[in-house]
Protein backbone atom coordinates (compact mmCIF):
# COMPACT_ATOMS: atom_id res chain seq x y z
CA UNK A 1 0.00 0.00 0.00
CA UNK A 2 2.75 2.38 0.84
CA UNK A 3 3.11 3.27 -2.87
CA UNK A 4 -0.22 3.91 -3.48
CA UNK A 5 -0.42 6.30 0.03
CA UNK A 6 2.98 8.41 -1.78
CA UNK A 7 1.09 8.47 -5.11
CA UNK A 8 -2.10 10.08 -2.95
CA UNK A 9 -0.23 12.34 -1.04
CA UNK A 10 1.74 13.28 -4.42
CA UNK A 11 -1.57 14.04 -5.29
CA UNK A 12 -2.34 16.24 -2.33
CA UNK A 13 1.08 18.29 -2.59
CA UNK A 14 -0.07 19.51 -6.08
CA UNK A 15 -3.70 20.28 -5.66
CA UNK A 16 -2.57 23.50 -7.32
CA UNK A 17 -1.98 21.66 -10.96
CA UNK A 18 -5.17 19.41 -11.00
CA UNK A 19 -7.14 20.56 -14.35
CA UNK A 20 -3.55 22.71 -15.63
CA UNK A 21 -2.73 21.43 -19.08
CA UNK A 22 1.02 20.78 -20.14
CA UNK A 23 3.26 20.02 -22.62
CA UNK A 24 5.81 17.29 -23.03
CA UNK A 25 7.71 16.22 -26.34
CA UNK A 26 5.82 16.17 -29.71
CA UNK A 27 3.63 19.35 -27.93
CA UNK A 28 1.63 15.94 -26.37
CA UNK A 29 -1.22 17.61 -23.98
CA UNK A 30 -1.75 16.08 -20.43
CA UNK A 31 -2.90 17.19 -17.35
CA UNK A 32 -3.53 15.68 -13.73
CA UNK A 33 -6.89 14.79 -13.81
CA UNK A 34 -9.50 15.72 -11.40
CA UNK A 35 -11.04 13.06 -9.13
CA UNK A 36 -14.41 11.41 -11.01
CA UNK A 37 -12.53 12.54 -14.49
CA UNK A 38 -11.12 10.54 -17.11
CA UNK A 39 -9.36 11.40 -20.88
CA UNK A 40 -11.31 10.47 -24.10
CA UNK A 41 -10.37 10.95 -27.31
CA UNK A 42 -13.41 12.99 -29.18
CA UNK A 43 -14.48 12.73 -32.92
CA UNK A 44 -17.31 15.27 -33.40
CA UNK A 45 -17.37 18.53 -31.26
CA UNK A 46 -20.77 19.94 -30.85
CA UNK A 47 -21.33 24.26 -30.35
CA UNK A 48 -24.58 24.59 -27.91
CA UNK A 49 -25.93 28.45 -27.09
CA UNK A 50 -26.63 29.17 -23.90
CA UNK A 51 -30.27 28.76 -24.22
CA UNK A 52 -29.75 25.47 -25.25
CA UNK A 53 -30.15 25.68 -28.78
CA UNK A 54 -27.95 23.79 -31.45
CA UNK A 55 -25.48 25.87 -33.04
CA UNK A 56 -22.81 24.00 -34.86
CA UNK A 57 -20.62 21.01 -35.11
CA UNK A 58 -16.97 20.15 -36.44
CA UNK A 59 -15.36 16.91 -37.15
CA UNK A 60 -11.92 16.66 -34.33
CA UNK A 61 -8.76 16.98 -35.72
CA UNK A 62 -6.55 14.31 -34.56
CA UNK A 63 -4.36 16.56 -32.48
CA UNK A 64 -6.89 17.84 -30.70
CA UNK A 65 -8.72 15.10 -30.20
CA UNK A 66 -7.87 14.48 -26.42
CA UNK A 67 -10.21 15.66 -24.25
CA UNK A 68 -11.35 15.59 -20.19
CA UNK A 69 -14.61 14.29 -19.42
CA UNK A 70 -16.42 13.41 -16.01
CA UNK A 71 -16.77 9.68 -15.74
CA UNK A 72 -18.76 7.73 -12.57
CA UNK A 73 -17.48 4.47 -11.22
CA UNK A 74 -19.60 1.98 -13.37
CA UNK A 75 -18.63 4.32 -16.89
CA UNK A 76 -14.94 4.08 -16.17
CA UNK A 77 -14.98 0.45 -16.06
CA UNK A 78 -17.24 -0.69 -19.04
CA UNK A 79 -16.65 -3.13 -21.09
CA UNK A 80 -18.71 -4.82 -23.95
CA UNK A 81 -22.48 -4.72 -24.33
CA UNK A 82 -22.82 -3.23 -20.73
CA UNK A 83 -24.71 0.42 -20.69
CA UNK A 84 -22.68 2.69 -18.36
CA UNK A 85 -22.73 6.22 -19.98
CA UNK A 86 -20.58 8.39 -19.13
CA UNK A 87 -22.03 11.54 -17.25
CA UNK A 88 -21.48 14.78 -19.86
CA UNK A 89 -19.53 13.32 -23.61
CA UNK A 90 -20.00 9.85 -24.61
CA UNK A 91 -20.74 8.16 -27.73
CA UNK A 92 -23.17 8.67 -30.22
CA UNK A 93 -24.99 6.02 -29.30
CA UNK A 94 -25.66 7.34 -25.78
CA UNK A 95 -26.01 10.50 -26.48
CA UNK A 96 -28.41 10.80 -29.29
CA UNK A 97 -31.37 10.53 -28.46
CA UNK A 98 -33.19 10.21 -32.10
CA UNK A 99 -30.29 6.99 -32.56
CA UNK A 100 -33.08 4.38 -32.50
CA UNK A 101 -35.36 6.54 -35.36
CA UNK A 102 -31.92 6.22 -37.32
CA UNK A 103 -31.34 3.11 -37.53
CA UNK A 104 -29.60 2.64 -34.22
CA UNK A 105 -29.67 -0.87 -32.91
CA UNK A 106 -29.79 -2.07 -28.81
CA UNK A 107 -29.98 -4.52 -26.74
CA UNK A 108 -32.21 -4.53 -23.67
CA UNK A 109 -32.05 -1.07 -22.10
CA UNK A 110 -31.76 2.42 -24.77
CA UNK A 111 -28.55 3.62 -23.67
CA UNK A 112 -29.79 7.45 -24.16
CA UNK A 113 -32.63 7.03 -21.70
CA UNK A 114 -29.58 5.96 -19.20
CA UNK A 115 -27.49 8.66 -20.17
CA UNK A 116 -30.38 11.46 -19.93
CA UNK A 117 -31.53 10.25 -16.84
CA UNK A 118 -28.12 10.27 -15.37
CA UNK A 119 -27.33 13.68 -16.84
CA UNK A 120 -31.09 15.10 -15.47
CA UNK A 121 -29.96 14.46 -12.01
CA UNK A 122 -26.44 16.89 -12.14
CA UNK A 123 -28.40 19.43 -14.32
CA UNK A 124 -30.95 19.37 -11.41
CA UNK A 125 -28.78 19.19 -8.43
CA UNK A 126 -27.30 22.18 -6.39
CA UNK A 127 -23.76 21.76 -7.84
CA UNK A 128 -24.86 22.40 -11.96
CA UNK A 129 -23.42 25.24 -13.41
CA UNK A 130 -25.29 26.89 -16.37
CA UNK A 131 -23.22 24.90 -19.02
CA UNK A 132 -24.65 21.41 -17.35
CA UNK A 133 -27.95 22.81 -17.82
CA UNK A 134 -27.67 23.90 -21.64
CA UNK A 135 -26.03 21.17 -22.58
CA UNK A 136 -29.05 18.96 -20.58
CA UNK A 137 -31.54 21.47 -22.36
CA UNK A 138 -30.51 20.25 -25.88
CA UNK A 139 -30.44 16.67 -25.67
CA UNK A 140 -33.40 16.60 -24.00
CA UNK A 141 -35.03 17.64 -27.61
CA UNK A 142 -33.49 14.04 -29.12
CA UNK A 143 -32.83 15.68 -32.22
CA UNK A 144 -28.57 15.04 -32.40
CA UNK A 145 -28.21 13.16 -35.20
CA UNK A 146 -30.95 15.43 -36.93
CA UNK A 147 -28.90 18.29 -36.78
CA UNK A 148 -25.52 16.94 -37.44
CA UNK A 149 -26.94 15.23 -40.87
CA UNK A 150 -28.22 19.23 -41.33
CA UNK A 151 -24.50 20.35 -40.80
CA UNK A 152 -22.89 17.20 -43.24
CA UNK A 153 -21.27 15.68 -39.65
CA UNK A 154 -22.79 12.03 -40.22
CA UNK A 155 -24.45 10.71 -43.48
CA UNK A 156 -27.31 8.72 -44.00
CA UNK A 157 -28.20 5.88 -46.75
CA UNK A 158 -31.12 6.14 -48.78
CA UNK A 159 -33.32 4.28 -46.15
CA UNK A 160 -32.47 7.67 -44.23
CA UNK A 161 -30.49 5.28 -41.60
CA UNK A 162 -26.92 5.70 -40.27
CA UNK A 163 -24.31 4.68 -42.24
CA UNK A 164 -22.10 1.72 -41.09
CA UNK A 165 -19.24 2.04 -43.13
CA UNK A 166 -17.83 4.20 -46.19
CA UNK A 167 -18.59 2.37 -49.62
CA UNK A 168 -18.04 3.68 -53.00
CA UNK A 169 -21.63 3.12 -53.97
CA UNK A 170 -21.85 6.07 -51.32
CA UNK A 171 -20.27 8.73 -53.72
CA UNK A 172 -22.98 9.34 -56.00
CA UNK A 173 -25.37 10.46 -52.53
CA UNK A 174 -22.63 12.05 -51.16
CA UNK A 175 -19.79 12.97 -52.93
CA UNK A 176 -15.99 12.25 -51.78
CA UNK A 177 -15.51 10.59 -48.70
CA UNK A 178 -16.72 12.83 -45.53
CA UNK A 179 -13.63 13.44 -42.83
CA UNK A 180 -15.77 11.18 -40.03
CA UNK A 181 -15.16 8.24 -41.53
CA UNK A 182 -11.14 8.74 -41.51
CA UNK A 183 -11.50 9.63 -37.67
CA UNK A 184 -13.79 6.69 -36.37
CA UNK A 185 -12.43 3.42 -36.60
CA UNK A 186 -15.44 1.83 -36.69
CA UNK A 187 -19.65 2.92 -37.16
CA UNK A 188 -20.40 6.35 -37.08
CA UNK A 189 -22.64 5.62 -33.81
CA UNK A 190 -18.99 4.62 -32.04
CA UNK A 191 -18.17 8.46 -32.88
CA UNK A 192 -17.21 10.08 -29.76
CA UNK A 193 -19.19 13.32 -29.18
CA UNK A 194 -18.15 16.17 -26.90
CA UNK A 195 -20.40 19.24 -25.86
CA UNK A 196 -18.96 22.75 -25.94
CA UNK A 197 -21.33 26.26 -25.26
CA UNK A 198 -20.88 29.04 -27.55
CA UNK A 199 -21.69 32.90 -26.87
CA UNK A 200 -21.96 35.44 -29.36
CA UNK A 201 -21.30 38.01 -26.63
CA UNK A 202 -18.09 36.98 -24.47
CA UNK A 203 -15.29 34.66 -25.04
CA UNK A 204 -15.74 31.11 -23.05
CA UNK A 205 -13.82 28.51 -21.54
CA UNK A 206 -13.96 25.10 -22.90
CA UNK A 207 -16.22 23.10 -21.10
CA UNK A 208 -13.39 20.20 -20.64
CA UNK A 209 -11.13 22.59 -19.73
CA UNK A 210 -13.06 24.79 -17.45
CA UNK A 211 -12.20 24.19 -13.63
CA UNK A 212 -15.64 25.42 -13.00
CA UNK A 213 -17.18 22.19 -14.69
CA UNK A 214 -14.71 20.03 -13.08
CA UNK A 215 -15.51 21.26 -9.36
CA UNK A 216 -19.39 20.93 -10.15
CA UNK A 217 -19.28 16.97 -11.53
CA UNK A 218 -16.78 16.42 -8.30
CA UNK A 219 -19.08 17.90 -5.71
CA UNK A 220 -22.09 15.80 -7.41
CA UNK A 221 -20.90 12.84 -7.74
CA UNK A 222 -19.52 12.86 -4.16
CA UNK A 223 -23.26 12.86 -2.79
CA UNK A 224 -23.76 9.80 -4.98
CA UNK A 225 -20.63 7.35 -3.29
CA UNK A 226 -21.72 3.96 -1.87
CA UNK A 227 -21.18 3.18 1.88
CA UNK A 228 -17.81 3.92 4.02
CA UNK A 229 -15.29 1.16 4.72
CA UNK A 230 -11.77 1.65 6.49
CA UNK A 231 -9.55 2.64 4.14
CA UNK A 232 -5.82 0.42 4.22
CA UNK A 233 -4.34 3.49 2.63
CA UNK A 234 -5.08 6.31 4.94
CA UNK A 235 -6.57 4.43 7.55
CA UNK A 236 -9.75 6.53 7.84
CA UNK A 237 -13.72 5.26 7.13
CA UNK A 238 -14.35 7.00 3.78
CA UNK A 239 -16.45 5.97 0.51
CA UNK A 240 -15.08 3.02 -0.45
CA UNK A 241 -15.02 1.07 -4.37
CA UNK A 242 -14.26 -2.23 -5.98
CA UNK A 243 -13.79 -0.26 -9.14
CA UNK A 244 -10.39 1.57 -10.15
CA UNK A 245 -9.05 2.77 -13.04
CA UNK A 246 -7.65 1.68 -16.44
CA UNK A 247 -5.74 3.61 -18.89
CA UNK A 248 -2.53 4.31 -16.59
CA UNK A 249 -0.24 4.55 -19.48
CA UNK A 250 -1.96 5.52 -22.27
CA UNK A 251 -5.73 6.25 -23.29
CA UNK A 252 -5.85 2.80 -24.40
CA UNK A 253 -4.59 0.76 -22.16
CA UNK A 254 -7.21 -1.22 -20.56
CA UNK A 255 -4.71 -3.03 -17.95
CA UNK A 256 -5.75 -2.24 -14.46
CA UNK A 257 -2.76 -2.15 -11.37
CA UNK A 258 -5.79 -3.71 -9.07
CA UNK A 259 -8.74 -6.04 -9.77
CA UNK A 260 -10.50 -8.41 -8.19
CA UNK A 261 -13.35 -9.74 -10.50
CA UNK A 262 -12.75 -13.40 -10.27
CA UNK A 263 -16.29 -14.28 -9.03
CA UNK A 264 -16.42 -17.81 -10.19
CA UNK A 265 -14.10 -20.74 -10.68
CA UNK A 266 -11.36 -20.07 -8.31
CA UNK A 267 -12.92 -17.53 -6.46
CA UNK A 268 -9.97 -15.11 -4.41
CA UNK A 269 -8.47 -18.97 -4.36
CA UNK A 270 -10.84 -19.93 -2.10
CA UNK A 271 -9.15 -16.98 0.79
CA UNK A 272 -12.02 -14.56 1.24
CA UNK A 273 -15.77 -14.53 0.76
CA UNK A 274 -15.73 -11.16 -0.92
CA UNK A 275 -12.40 -8.91 -2.59
CA UNK A 276 -13.35 -6.71 0.16
CA UNK A 277 -11.63 -8.58 2.79
CA UNK A 278 -8.64 -8.56 1.37
CA UNK A 279 -8.16 -5.11 1.25
CA UNK A 280 -10.40 -2.03 0.94
CA UNK A 281 -9.46 1.34 -1.14
CA UNK A 282 -11.50 4.56 -0.84
CA UNK A 283 -12.64 6.25 -3.94
CA UNK A 284 -11.31 9.01 -3.17
CA UNK A 285 -7.62 7.39 -2.48
CA UNK A 286 -8.01 5.48 -5.46
CA UNK A 287 -8.80 8.21 -7.74
CA UNK A 288 -6.29 10.94 -6.87
CA UNK A 289 -3.37 7.85 -6.60
CA UNK A 290 -4.47 7.05 -10.42
CA UNK A 291 -4.41 10.59 -11.44
CA UNK A 292 -1.45 11.11 -9.74
CA UNK A 293 0.55 7.78 -11.58
CA UNK A 294 -1.04 8.97 -14.89
CA UNK A 295 0.05 12.88 -14.83
CA UNK A 296 3.93 11.49 -13.12
CA UNK A 297 3.97 8.87 -16.25
CA UNK A 298 2.90 11.57 -18.80
CA UNK A 299 5.28 14.41 -17.08
CA UNK A 300 8.62 11.67 -16.70
CA UNK A 301 7.59 8.69 -16.95
CA UNK A 302 9.96 6.49 -19.53
CA UNK A 303 7.94 4.07 -20.72
CA UNK A 304 10.14 1.37 -23.47
CA UNK A 305 7.63 -1.86 -24.55
CA UNK A 306 4.70 -0.64 -22.74
CA UNK A 307 7.28 -1.04 -19.38
CA UNK A 308 7.24 2.38 -17.20
CA UNK A 309 9.99 3.38 -15.43
CA UNK A 310 8.80 6.45 -13.13
CA UNK A 311 11.18 8.33 -10.47
CA UNK A 312 9.65 10.68 -8.27
CA UNK A 313 9.41 12.86 -4.61
CA UNK A 314 6.29 13.56 -3.12
CA UNK A 315 7.11 17.16 -3.19
CA UNK A 316 10.01 17.56 -5.90
CA UNK A 317 8.82 15.80 -8.06
CA UNK A 318 12.11 16.03 -10.72
CA UNK A 319 15.12 14.31 -9.44
CA UNK A 320 18.18 13.34 -11.04
CA UNK A 321 17.15 10.16 -13.22
CA UNK A 322 19.58 7.01 -11.83
CA UNK A 323 18.94 4.90 -15.89
CA UNK A 324 20.46 8.27 -17.07
CA UNK A 325 24.42 8.98 -18.33
CA UNK A 326 26.11 11.43 -16.36
CA UNK A 327 26.54 13.76 -18.93
CA UNK A 328 22.67 14.02 -18.86
CA UNK A 329 22.98 15.27 -15.57
CA UNK A 330 22.22 18.70 -15.24
CA UNK A 331 25.53 19.34 -13.63
CA UNK A 332 28.30 22.21 -13.38
CA UNK A 333 30.77 22.91 -15.93
CA UNK A 334 33.34 21.78 -13.47
CA UNK A 335 31.76 18.44 -12.63
CA UNK A 336 31.48 17.57 -16.35
CA UNK A 337 34.90 19.09 -18.18
CA UNK A 338 37.04 16.28 -15.86
CA UNK A 339 40.68 16.08 -17.31
CA UNK A 340 42.35 13.90 -15.11
CA UNK A 341 39.80 10.99 -15.15
CA UNK A 342 41.26 9.29 -12.12
CA UNK A 343 39.11 7.47 -9.97
CA UNK A 344 39.44 9.30 -6.03
CA UNK A 345 39.49 12.74 -7.71
CA UNK A 346 36.28 11.98 -9.86
CA UNK A 347 34.26 10.53 -6.71
CA UNK A 348 35.03 13.72 -5.33
CA UNK A 349 33.69 15.66 -8.30
CA UNK A 350 30.54 13.70 -8.85
CA UNK A 351 29.82 13.96 -4.86
CA UNK A 352 30.48 17.96 -5.59
CA UNK A 353 27.93 18.02 -8.42
CA UNK A 354 25.35 15.89 -6.59
CA UNK A 355 25.50 18.50 -4.00
CA UNK A 356 24.16 20.99 -6.13
CA UNK A 357 20.76 19.05 -6.38
CA UNK A 358 20.71 18.61 -2.81
CA UNK A 359 20.38 22.56 -2.51
CA UNK A 360 17.78 23.18 -5.09
CA UNK A 361 15.25 20.17 -3.43
CA UNK A 362 13.41 20.66 -0.74
CA UNK A 363 15.11 20.53 2.69
CA UNK A 364 12.29 17.96 3.95
CA UNK A 365 15.18 14.91 3.52
CA UNK A 366 13.15 13.26 4.92
CA UNK A 367 10.40 13.19 2.50
CA UNK A 368 10.03 10.66 -0.02
CA UNK A 369 11.47 9.49 -3.09
CA UNK A 370 10.10 6.66 -4.93
CA UNK A 371 11.10 4.34 -8.19
CA UNK A 372 8.49 2.33 -9.48
CA UNK A 373 8.72 -0.11 -12.34
CA UNK A 374 5.27 -1.24 -14.05
CA UNK A 375 4.76 -3.71 -17.29
CA UNK A 376 1.39 -5.90 -17.88
CA UNK A 377 1.88 -9.62 -18.93
CA UNK A 378 -2.14 -9.52 -20.50
CA UNK A 379 -4.21 -6.90 -21.79
CA UNK A 380 -6.08 -6.58 -18.53
CA UNK A 381 -3.85 -6.79 -15.48
CA UNK A 382 -0.90 -4.69 -15.16
CA UNK A 383 1.80 -5.34 -11.95
CA UNK A 384 4.16 -3.61 -9.67
CA UNK A 385 7.67 -5.13 -10.76
CA UNK A 386 10.31 -3.60 -8.66
CA UNK A 387 9.20 -0.69 -6.22
CA UNK A 388 11.58 1.74 -3.98
CA UNK A 389 10.90 4.49 -1.40
CA UNK A 390 13.83 6.03 0.31
CA UNK A 391 14.78 9.97 1.45
CA UNK A 392 16.09 11.38 -0.72
CA UNK A 393 19.53 12.15 1.19
CA UNK A 394 20.18 8.18 0.64
CA UNK A 395 19.08 8.45 -2.76
CA UNK A 396 21.44 11.50 -3.84
CA UNK A 397 24.15 9.00 -2.01
CA UNK A 398 23.26 6.02 -3.97
CA UNK A 399 23.59 8.38 -7.30
CA UNK A 400 27.05 9.34 -6.15
CA UNK A 401 28.12 6.00 -5.65
CA UNK A 402 26.97 4.78 -9.01
CA UNK A 403 28.12 7.55 -10.94
CA UNK A 404 31.71 7.83 -9.06
CA UNK A 405 32.20 4.02 -9.69
CA UNK A 406 30.85 2.40 -12.79
CA UNK A 407 32.53 5.18 -14.76
CA UNK A 408 35.45 5.45 -17.78
CA UNK A 409 35.58 8.14 -21.00
CA UNK A 410 33.10 8.47 -23.14
CA UNK A 411 32.89 9.87 -26.18
CA UNK A 412 29.14 9.13 -28.32
CA UNK A 413 27.44 11.85 -26.92
CA UNK A 414 26.64 14.69 -29.05
CA UNK A 415 25.54 18.58 -28.69
CA UNK A 416 23.43 21.09 -29.72
CA UNK A 417 25.60 21.50 -32.46
CA UNK A 418 25.62 17.64 -33.60
CA UNK A 419 29.55 17.73 -32.46
CA UNK A 420 30.72 14.73 -30.65
CA UNK A 421 31.42 15.67 -27.06
CA UNK A 422 33.84 13.55 -24.66
CA UNK A 423 32.47 12.84 -20.96
CA UNK A 424 33.81 10.85 -18.13
CA UNK A 425 31.40 9.33 -16.00
CA UNK A 426 28.54 6.46 -15.63
CA UNK A 427 26.51 4.97 -19.22
CA UNK A 428 23.06 5.44 -19.29
CA UNK A 429 21.01 2.06 -18.64
CA UNK A 430 19.62 1.94 -22.23
CA UNK A 431 22.93 2.59 -23.67
CA UNK A 432 24.58 -0.73 -21.81
CA UNK A 433 21.58 -2.52 -23.47
CA UNK A 434 23.04 -1.47 -26.85
CA UNK A 435 26.46 -2.21 -25.57
CA UNK A 436 25.49 -5.78 -24.04
CA UNK A 437 22.55 -6.71 -27.17
CA UNK A 438 23.55 -4.38 -30.04
CA UNK A 439 21.68 -1.44 -31.42
CA UNK A 440 19.17 -3.83 -33.10
CA UNK A 441 18.40 -5.33 -29.67
CA UNK A 442 13.99 -5.50 -29.52
CA UNK A 443 12.43 -3.38 -26.66
CA UNK A 444 11.88 -6.33 -24.82
CA UNK A 445 15.15 -7.11 -23.83
CA UNK A 446 16.24 -3.16 -23.63
CA UNK A 447 13.62 -3.02 -20.60
CA UNK A 448 14.64 -6.32 -19.25
CA UNK A 449 18.26 -5.15 -19.04
CA UNK A 450 16.83 -1.85 -17.83
CA UNK A 451 15.17 -3.37 -14.82
CA UNK A 452 17.87 -5.54 -14.12
CA UNK A 453 20.07 -2.77 -13.87
CA UNK A 454 17.76 -0.90 -10.94
CA UNK A 455 19.05 -2.82 -8.22
CA UNK A 456 22.87 -2.14 -9.22
CA UNK A 457 22.25 1.30 -9.27
CA UNK A 458 19.77 1.86 -6.25
CA UNK A 459 21.02 -0.96 -3.80
CA UNK A 460 24.82 -1.36 -5.05
CA UNK A 461 24.34 -4.87 -5.48
CA UNK A 462 27.13 -6.45 -8.82
CA UNK A 463 26.20 -6.07 -12.13
CA UNK A 464 24.56 -9.34 -13.68
CA UNK A 465 27.64 -11.06 -15.30
CA UNK A 466 25.75 -12.02 -18.19
CA UNK A 467 25.52 -8.31 -18.85
CA UNK A 468 28.70 -7.84 -18.58
CA UNK A 469 29.63 -10.98 -20.35
CA UNK A 470 27.85 -10.21 -23.44
CA UNK A 471 29.40 -6.71 -23.62
CA UNK A 472 32.80 -7.90 -23.28
CA UNK A 473 32.13 -10.41 -26.86
CA UNK A 474 30.97 -7.65 -28.60
CA UNK A 475 33.85 -5.07 -27.46
CA UNK A 476 36.10 -7.94 -28.29
CA UNK A 477 34.69 -8.24 -31.87
CA UNK A 478 35.34 -4.53 -33.82
CA UNK A 479 35.21 -6.04 -37.33
CA UNK A 480 31.64 -6.78 -36.89
CA UNK A 481 30.53 -3.39 -36.87
CA UNK A 482 31.34 0.16 -37.93
CA UNK A 483 34.27 2.10 -35.91
CA UNK A 484 31.86 4.72 -34.35
CA UNK A 485 29.70 1.72 -32.93
CA UNK A 486 32.73 -0.04 -31.87
CA UNK A 487 33.72 2.95 -29.53
CA UNK A 488 30.79 3.17 -27.97
CA UNK A 489 30.54 -0.59 -27.24
CA UNK A 490 34.48 -0.31 -26.22
CA UNK A 491 33.89 2.45 -23.48
CA UNK A 492 30.72 1.05 -21.98
CA UNK A 493 31.68 -2.33 -21.89
CA UNK A 494 35.20 -0.73 -19.43
CA UNK A 495 32.70 1.28 -17.60
CA UNK A 496 31.06 -2.08 -16.26
CA UNK A 497 34.34 -3.62 -16.09
CA UNK A 498 35.72 -1.05 -13.72
CA UNK A 499 32.58 -1.04 -11.68
CA UNK A 500 34.12 -4.17 -10.01
CA UNK A 501 37.53 -3.11 -10.51
CA UNK A 502 38.51 0.33 -9.55
CA UNK A 503 41.21 1.22 -12.46
CA UNK A 504 41.69 4.79 -13.75
CA UNK A 505 41.61 5.95 -17.51
CA UNK A 506 44.83 7.21 -17.21
CA UNK A 507 47.70 4.06 -17.75
CA UNK A 508 48.72 2.73 -14.62
CA UNK A 509 51.89 1.11 -15.70
CA UNK A 510 52.04 -0.69 -11.94
CA UNK A 511 49.31 -3.21 -12.41
CA UNK A 512 50.87 -6.03 -13.77
CA UNK A 513 47.69 -8.27 -13.82
CA UNK A 514 48.71 -10.54 -17.03
CA UNK A 515 45.02 -9.41 -19.25
CA UNK A 516 45.82 -5.97 -18.36
CA UNK A 517 49.05 -6.61 -20.25
CA UNK A 518 48.21 -8.48 -22.87
CA UNK A 519 45.97 -5.86 -23.46
CA UNK A 520 48.38 -2.92 -23.07
CA UNK A 521 50.36 -4.97 -26.07
CA UNK A 522 47.49 -4.83 -28.71
CA UNK A 523 46.97 -1.19 -27.94
CA UNK A 524 50.67 -0.65 -28.84
CA UNK A 525 50.61 -2.48 -31.72
CA UNK A 526 47.17 -1.22 -32.74
CA UNK A 527 48.92 2.42 -32.50
CA UNK A 528 51.91 1.32 -33.93
CA UNK A 529 50.09 0.14 -37.31
CA UNK A 530 47.97 3.33 -37.48
CA UNK A 531 50.62 5.54 -37.72
CA UNK A 532 52.39 3.61 -40.70
CA UNK A 533 48.94 3.23 -42.58
CA UNK A 534 48.42 6.92 -41.92
CA UNK A 535 45.32 8.18 -43.81
CA UNK A 536 44.45 4.42 -44.98
CA UNK A 537 40.90 3.67 -43.14
CA UNK A 538 41.25 0.19 -43.08
CA UNK A 539 41.51 -1.55 -39.58
CA UNK A 540 44.74 -2.74 -38.58
CA UNK A 541 45.86 -6.06 -38.26
CA UNK A 542 45.65 -5.83 -33.75
CA UNK A 543 42.20 -4.92 -34.66
CA UNK A 544 40.90 -7.72 -36.89
CA UNK A 545 42.56 -9.68 -34.98
CA UNK A 546 41.19 -8.51 -31.37
CA UNK A 547 38.55 -11.41 -31.39
CA UNK A 548 40.90 -14.61 -31.68
CA UNK A 549 43.51 -12.33 -29.24
CA UNK A 550 41.21 -12.25 -26.26
CA UNK A 551 40.65 -16.46 -26.87
CA UNK A 552 44.58 -17.17 -27.42
CA UNK A 553 46.52 -14.64 -26.81
CA UNK A 554 49.89 -16.47 -27.48
CA UNK A 555 49.56 -17.70 -30.68
CA UNK A 556 47.20 -14.84 -31.96
CA UNK A 557 50.12 -12.53 -30.35
CA UNK A 558 53.01 -14.14 -32.67
CA UNK A 559 50.26 -13.41 -35.86
CA UNK A 560 50.06 -9.90 -34.90
CA UNK A 561 53.68 -8.98 -34.00
CA UNK A 562 54.34 -11.02 -37.80
CA UNK A 563 52.26 -8.34 -39.52
CA UNK A 564 54.11 -5.64 -37.70
CA UNK A 565 57.14 -6.46 -39.35
CA UNK A 566 56.58 -4.43 -42.66
CA UNK A 567 54.94 -1.44 -40.42
CA UNK A 568 57.93 -0.89 -38.41
CA UNK A 569 60.47 -1.00 -41.79
CA UNK A 570 58.15 1.34 -43.39
CA UNK A 571 58.54 3.75 -40.07
CA UNK A 572 62.06 3.19 -39.69
CA UNK A 573 63.32 4.81 -36.42
CA UNK A 574 59.84 6.52 -35.69
CA UNK A 575 58.85 2.83 -34.75
CA UNK A 576 61.70 2.38 -32.13
CA UNK A 577 59.92 3.82 -28.93
CA UNK A 578 56.76 1.58 -30.13
CA UNK A 579 59.19 -1.31 -30.39
CA UNK A 580 61.19 -0.53 -27.12
CA UNK A 581 57.56 -0.17 -25.55
CA UNK A 582 56.32 -3.32 -26.90
CA UNK A 583 59.45 -5.30 -25.74
CA UNK A 584 59.02 -3.75 -21.79
CA UNK A 585 55.15 -4.28 -21.27
CA UNK A 586 55.69 -8.10 -22.15
CA UNK A 587 59.10 -8.22 -20.42
CA UNK A 588 56.78 -8.37 -17.51
CA UNK A 589 54.40 -10.83 -17.98
CA UNK A 590 55.68 -14.15 -16.40
CA UNK A 591 56.92 -16.90 -18.78
CA UNK A 592 54.39 -19.35 -17.09
CA UNK A 593 51.25 -17.03 -17.86
CA UNK A 594 52.34 -15.76 -21.54
CA UNK A 595 49.80 -19.21 -22.80
CA UNK A 596 46.95 -19.31 -24.45
CA UNK A 597 44.48 -18.92 -21.46
CA UNK A 598 41.75 -16.73 -22.25
CA UNK A 599 41.79 -13.46 -21.10
CA UNK A 600 39.56 -11.75 -18.62
CA UNK A 601 37.69 -8.09 -19.67
CA UNK A 602 40.74 -6.53 -18.11
CA UNK A 603 42.45 -6.83 -21.18
CA UNK A 604 39.76 -4.11 -22.45
CA UNK A 605 40.55 -1.70 -19.86
CA UNK A 606 44.59 -2.13 -20.50
CA UNK A 607 44.24 -1.50 -24.32
CA UNK A 608 41.86 1.79 -23.77
CA UNK A 609 44.38 3.06 -21.06
CA UNK A 610 47.56 2.32 -23.33
CA UNK A 611 45.59 3.76 -26.73
CA UNK A 612 44.43 6.64 -25.06
CA UNK A 613 48.11 7.45 -23.30
CA UNK A 614 49.71 6.78 -26.91
CA UNK A 615 47.34 9.23 -28.50
CA UNK A 616 47.65 12.10 -25.86
CA UNK A 617 51.24 11.52 -26.27
CA UNK A 618 51.06 12.53 -29.94
CA UNK A 619 48.91 15.10 -29.25
CA UNK A 620 51.12 16.92 -26.70
CA UNK A 621 53.85 16.16 -29.34
CA UNK A 622 52.00 17.82 -32.10
CA UNK A 623 50.87 20.76 -29.82
CA UNK A 624 55.09 21.32 -29.10
CA UNK A 625 56.26 21.12 -32.57
CA UNK A 626 53.26 23.94 -32.84
CA UNK A 627 54.69 25.77 -29.97
CA UNK A 628 58.52 25.74 -31.63
CA UNK A 629 57.41 26.73 -34.94
Same mark, same amino acid.
Not at 244 to 258: E, F, T
Not at 343 to 370: M, P, W
Given at each position: ??W????????????DRVG????R??D??????PV????Q??H???????D?E?H???VV????????????????????????????H??????AG???????K?K???P??????????W?????????????Y??????????????????F?DA????I?K????????????P????????EQ??????F????P??????????????????????H?????D?C???G???????????????AA?KA????????SG???????I????????????S??AHNA?K????R?????????????G???????????????LD????????????????A???A?AI??Y??TL?????????????D?AT??????L?????????????????H???V?LH?????E???R?E??G????K????????????????K?????? #????M?????P? %?? $?? *?? !????????S????????T????C?L????????????T???DRS?L???????????E????E????????I?YM????R???R????I?AC??????? #???????Y???? %?? $?? *?? !???????N?P?????????YS?R????????K?????????
Amino acid at each position: MSWLLNLYETYEANLDRVGEIEKRYNDREYTLLPVSHTTQNAHIVVDITEDGEFHSAAVVDKTDASTLIPCTEDSASRAGSKVAPYPLHDKLSYVAGDFVAYGGKVKKEVPFEVFIKQLEQWANSPYATAKVKSIYSYLSKRQLIQDLVKERIVFLDAAGQLIDKWDKKYEALHGDKPPIFSVVAGEQESAFIRFNIYSPHKVLDKVWKDPEMYNSFVQHYAHLLGEEDYCYVTGRMLPSTDKHANKIRNAADKAKLISANDTSGFTFRGRFIQSGDAASISYEVSQKAHNALKWLINRQGKVIDQRVFLFWGNTDLKLPDPMEDFYSLDLEPAATEQKSYTHQDFAAQVAKAIEGYRNTLSSEYKSAVNILVLDSATTGRMAVLYYRNMDKKMYLDKLVDWHSTCVWLHRYRKDEQEERVEFYGAPATKDIAFAAYGPKANDKIVKGLMERM #LPCIMDGKPIPQ %DI $VR *SA !IHRASNPVSMEKWEWEKTLSITCALINKKEGYNVALDTEINDRSYLFGRLLAIADVLERRALEDEKRSTNAIRYMNSFSRHPERTWGTIQACLQPHQAR #LGTRSTYYSSLI %DE $VA *SR !IPIDQFNNKPLTGKYLLGFYSQRHELYQKKDKTTDTSQTSN
